[in-house]
């Protein structure tokens, strides 16, 4: 029997997880492949890159997709779960789970790029990636680095939620030093400043003559004005006009609002996409695994010599 692809494996990931008991990922796959009727020969197949098992890997994807539409949860690393609202679905027993099944959740169309929020328009659901897709090989490939982009920041924001509030601020300290901050001598200082919305102070040069307040936090909720406004109130106590608020949420609009129409001060506010986005892009906690590279015809080198 061939591999199956990862949204036919969607329905059977589901019904192992029936139970309401948490699963090793690991425990998963063996159970799919048993219930697929796997060879070893088919297990053994690889990705072309050969860096993970072509089963594996469509056991992930379908992990994410159920995921991001709400059906299941990641208690803890390495561990999954099926959610209240994927216990309702099993109850509807339903013939197959796919990706058009999964658009009927607002929290999937989020996922795949289907803006759900601040329009009662109606708007057509985008036809998903993988599925019935009539771009051209490039468009795909642009696509698909982004649902993977998408899926690592997923990743990100949730471990670093997970991590220790200590290793929260070792994580931030060395992205701001990734972005030029802090990284000469002293330059960057961390830990209670002692102005209650400060957490810590970059030196932009070594005597200290113009510095940046730094505010980081893992906050669940959104983090609205009255956080901010004290943040802000409390640069005075150290003269700062420049400022950054760092949270693994994102920040409510009368926040935004706020920090552009402050005077006399530039604040920075960076939610959990931002920040996932600058780890990635300057490889704080991750690790770059494969490169590609496209190519295409140089009329400079072919210039007027064909026929």
């Known amino acids: 029997m061939a591999v199956p692809d990862f949204q036919s494996i ?40 050969g860096s993970q098992s072509l089963f594996r ?8 997709h159920l995921k991001q539409a709400g059906l299941i949860e990641n208690p803890s690393r390495g561990r999954v779960r099926i959610s209240d609202q994927g216990l309702k679905v099993l109850d509807q ?19 795949i790029g289907f803006n759900t929020e601040g329009s009662n328009e109606s708007k057509p659901i985008p036809e998903t990636v993988i599925v019935e897709s009539k771009q051209t090989p ?7 680095f982004q649902t993977l982009r998408k899926a690592t920041m997923e990743e990100l924001i949730d471990r670093l939620k997970r991590c ?18 802090g990284a000469t001598g002293d330059s960057l200082v961390t830990g209670k400043s002692g102005d209650g919305g400060i957490d810590g102070i970059i030196k932009e040069d070594k005597l200290g003559l113009d510095i940046v307040c730094v505010q980081a936090k893992r906050w669940e909720g959104t983090v609205g004005r009255p956080v901010i406004q004290a943040f802000v109130g409390s640069m005075d106590f150290v003269r700062a006009k420049k400022g950054v ?21 530039k604040v920075v506010l960076m939610d959990g996409a931002m920040l996932a986005g600058l780890m990635i892009d300057y490889k704080v906690g991750v690790t770059i695994f494969k490169q590609y590279q496209l190519a295409e015809i140089s009329n400079d080198f072919f210039g007027d010599n064909e026929g």
């Open 10 to 49: 969607m329905l059977p990931f589901m019904m192992e997880l029936r139970n309401g008991k948490e699963s090793q990922i690991s425990d998963l796959v063996v159970e799919l492949a048993n219930r697929f009727n796997l060879t070893e020969e088919d297990r053994q197949v690889l990705l072309p890159s």
């Open 93 to 111: 027993k339903p013939e197959q789970i796919n990706c058009r099944f999964l658009k009927t959740f607002p929290s999937y169309l989020k996922f």
């Open 245 to 265: 608020v760092i949270t693994t949420s994102g920040f409510s609009r009368d926040a935004v609002d706020y920090v552009e129409r402050i005077e006399g001060k």
């Open 138 to 144: 490039q468009e795909l490939m642009e696509s698909a």
């Open 57 to 64: 890997n469509r056991v992930a994807w379908a992990q994410t």
């Open 164 to 181: 220790s509030p200590g290793f929260f601020e070792i994580v931030v300290v060395r992205l701001l030093q990734a972005l030029g901050y």
